[in-house]
């Protein structure tokens, strides 16, 4: 126990109680709406106000005042919050709120108020927060808070619920699956939802691709399972990964479908959750960041740009490209992304051509991409595969046609860059030329 007196750290119920907010500004914004949040009466008070809580105000969300606050404003109300910039303004309310024994919070010097607001972060239904023991800097307990977080969802704290009826959508529940998108690779790009479910998890049943690494910081309770393709190995049917996840599930687990990318582009997301459904398994989706787009933005490739690009067309490799896959990489603006083409690059390329695509199509190959090894190879498409195995290119990675994936795109010195290419009305004329040749 520490000698000190220090603040008791505690969660107020401000639900239909009034809430003076003092001062205007990004601050007082901030609280105002924290304070809105929690179904507090916010009334702010202040000469000028943020556009923000102009609008507040306007839809009748708070009540705004616009003068500067006085004693009679402490009045009545539950909490104060302090947030007017002048220290002799912000020592006033905090004197009148002692008073009237009405906590006040001050934003600008946290010892001069009888309370403090802390840092905080929703995660698996809680609300974690880190509360300084003074005047503490607050990026120093922010920087506290954040790390707080990570290591929960580093899977080693035990974050499922013992609680009925539990309905947050960051709760699994035993007996319940939830496909998850794990994006592309990397930990760090992980929606906060599909780390906070995995901590959570009795069961994972994992792809070989996507952010493997995360189980390994898994609880040893934790089972996975892994129903990855990968050559050499005894594949897992999507038969059998949907008897998997109902059976695990209806054995009682948490079950986390941990897939590659997003669990609904080329994911069989909807296969599994038409099975979950039919057994009556609980079953839900978590987007996860796709690499048709994240790929091409981490080696600097826009997919849409304005004035270049102003639609994409995502194409699963596996298969020859269609008359629409075709038709859209005769037009200029249209950005195609194969997914899982690398294998097949070589035909995909072939196909193109004979079709006459240009052989000078800008495209691009980016291989293991938001991941240390990650590669990017950019050539005329008549030129890829050989650049491509130049480089020493493999599976994972993501095939980009276009002018977006031109050399220099992005560079305000190269010859090719964005600002240079043609514009709308110069491309619809090119289109009308080539669709009536």
Known sequence: MSEAPGALLAGLDLVGRDVLVAGGGPVATRRAGAALTAGARVRVVAPEVSAEIAAWAGSGQVVAEAREVAEADVDGVWLVLACTGETVVDADLARWAEARRTFCVVASAAAAGTARIPATAEVAGLKVGVLSA???????????RDALVRTILSGHADLRSVRDGATDLDTLHPGEVALVGGGTGDPALMTLRARTLLAQADVVVADRLGPVSVLDELADHVRVIPVGKAKGAAPVSQSQIEKILVEEAQAGHRVVRLKGGDPYLFGRGGEEMLA??????????????????????????????????????VVNGHWPFTELDLASLRRPDVTVVVLMGIDTLGRLVAQALEAGIDTAKPAAVVASATLPGQRAVRAPLGELVAACGAEGIRAPGVIVLGDVAREGFLDPASPGRAVALPTREERRAATAAQQSS
Not at 287 to 302: F, K, L, M
């Open 134 to 144: 003074g005047d503490a800097d607050p990026r120093r307990v922010a920087g506290v």
């Open 276 to 313: 979950c459904r039919a057994a009556g398994v609980p079953v839900r989706a978590v987007p996860g960041v796709t690499s048709a787009i994240a790929a091409a933005e981490a080696a600097d490739i826009p997919v849409t740009h304005r004035g270049t690009s102003d639609r994409v067309l």
